[in-house]
């Protein structure tokens, strides 16, 4: 049967391994022969290929130190433990190094370990001793009472509106002057007038926009003013639904008034001029000037002459 | 799997890889008893038969291998990735040393040498120190490619992946380091052929 190969060059390896150039076939020499000048060269190939091929016992002889798989052992052990483990151990060999350790003498053993724990223990002893004499006195302590603001900034809508408000339905019936005061009206004649004391809601707003601000006169005399303002309309008013007033609507209704407010009050409470008239007598500006015509028609209103012709007119 | 634990020796070199990326020292030391002596020869080739550079290198690139065992790509045979690992370390030695040891080699040539015997009787030390000599002519690839082959003993196959080419491409460089080799050494010319029997097989 003859053989139908196809030898590429790079296969000759296995030629050169296998055959003598005389025990070729007539097809391998044609295709050693493209390749190679001739006999000669092929048997050199050959030859060299058999030696090139080590034997069993030339392969690997070359054995590493010892050193090298030390080494190599470290440094995968390093690599699989955590840092902190490394660290720990770079301290504990800074106390107690081998050859400390090894030598036979006490002293050499301890020596090291005694110095190091003693300066760790003086250094600790000297930093407490460092804040304690330099140490920032000003920082309050834990349980330390905190000084209260003397000059709260200005109250602010949020602000106002972060006063709390009063329990409208579970409050406790307002007593004394606080009734008086309330300017909540009960929905029902009947029904018991609603603890909604507006005053303490005007009282904690003006602690909280400032205590030093408020004029604790003019609100006595602003309770007194809207009783006196309140009372025709209650009275015109009676049997007429009043919803509780709340605390924003409180504040929308009224506020603290000053002496300067009062003093140019244009309402009805203020028909007198006496306030006004007082300002005036005190500060003769042009600014009382301009405002004395209607202080004046205030007191012409007050005198009974005109007030009865005003009536018989009406 | 042993009842007492991991036997070792008879997992292969990409299960060991494996347990060598979870931590598992032994896989580690088992890998290393396993080639370190062939990677040492191997870089002895390479190196200029420097045996203390080969022992660095081998150190290297178990080291390498220890802290980046991540960098293995278990899709690759093991064997196959080591040697071509070292086969790069050994290319950058190449780039570094090359003028040194030209320098080296020219020397070299100027030393008398007593002319060796042709045929069986001849004398292998001074065969090796030889072939040696002229390996370190040849371009780096080529006398990578040589030594994996006949040093190693590699497959075509594993040798072709570990250089990224084709088999044909490791065979053409063989048949050529042969042709040049002989011809370079023509004082090894065989006078006598070699008996018949004395060539091994040789595997694909």
Not at chain 1, 118 to 128: D, E, F
Not at chain 2, 38 to 54: G, K, Q, V
């Amino acid at each position: 049967m003859e053989r139908h190969e196809r030898y590429d060059p790079e296969d000759i390896e296995s030629l050169l391994s296998e055959r003598a150039f005389d025990e070729l076939l007539p097809d391998e020499r044609a295709f050693v022969l493209r390749h190679m000048s001739g006999r000669d060269e092929y048997e050199r190939m050959r030859a060299l290929l058999h030696y090139v091929r080590p034997d069993e016992r030339e392969r690997g002889t070359i054995e590493p130190e010892d050193r090298v798989r030390r080494n190599v052992m470290a440094a995968f052990r390093a690599q699989q433990q955590p840092q902190w483990r490394i660290w720990l151990n770079s301290i504990a060999l800074w106390l107690a190094p081998q050859k400390a350790v090894a030598s036979p003498l006490w002293w050499d053993r301890l020596w090291r370990p005694a110095l190091a724990f003693g300066s760790l223990a003086l250094l600790i002893v000297a930093g407490v001793v460092a804040v304690q004499q330099f140490g920032d006195t000003d920082t309050p302590a834990l349980a330390e009472l905190k000084q209260e603001e003397k000059a709260p900034a200005p109250a602010t809508a949020k602000d106002e509106a972060a006063v709390p408000e009063p329990q409208l339905d579970d409050a406790p019936a307002a007593s004394g002057v606080e009734t008086e005061r309330s300017m909540a009206i009960p929905a029902q004649a009947t029904e018991p007038p609603a603890p909604v004391r507006e005053m303490e809601v005007a009282d904690r707003y003006a602690e909280s926009a400032g205590a030093a601000t408020v004029n604790t006169e003019a609100t006595e005399d602003f309770a007194a003013i809207m009783d006196v303002a309140l009372e025709p309309d209650m009275k015109s008013q009676s049997g007429a639904t009043f919803q509780s007033i709340t605390a924003e609507q409180a504040e929308s209704l009224y506020h603290v008034v000053t002496a300067n407010e009062l003093s140019r009050n244009m309402s009805t409470t203020n028909a007198l001029g006496e306030v006004a008239m007082k300002e005036a007598a005190k500060t003769p500006s042009r600014k009382y000037k301009a405002a004395q015509p209607m202080a004046t028609s205030r007191s012409m209103a007050d005198s009974p002459g005109i007030l009865d012709l005003v009536a018989s007119g009406w | 799997m042993a009842l007492f634990g991991t036997e070792y020796g008879k997992l292969g070199d990409e299960r060991l890889m494996e347990l060598v990326v979870r931590g598992d020292e032994k896989a580690f030391a088992a890998l290393y008893d396993r080639y370190h002596r062939r990677l040492l020869s191997y870089f002895h080739r390479m190196l200029w038969s420097d045996r203390e550079m080969a022992q660095d290198f081998l150190q290297d690139l178990f080291t390498k291998l220890a802290t980046r065992p991540q960098s293995y790509d278990p899709s690759r045979p093991f064997q196959t990735w080591v040697f071509s690992v070292a086969n790069n370390m050994c290319k950058n030695a190449y780039r570094h040393e090359v003028v040194v040891r030209e320098a080296a080699a020219h020397l070299r040539n100027g030393v008398d040498r007593e002319e060796a015997v042709g045929g069986i009787g001849v004398d292998r030390e001074h065969f090796r120190d030889r072939l040696d000599e002229e390996l370190d002519k040849l371009d780096p690839d080529h006398k990578a490619t040589f030594v994996m082959r006949f040093h190693e003993d590699m497959p075509i196959k594993e040798i072709a992946t570990a250089f990224g080419c084709s088999e044909g491409t490791v065979k053409s460089r063989i048949f050529y380091t042969l042709k040049k080799l002989a011809e370079r050494m023509k004082e090894f010319a065989p006078n006598a052929l070699i008996p018949h029997g004395t060539a091994r097989t040789i595997r694909p």
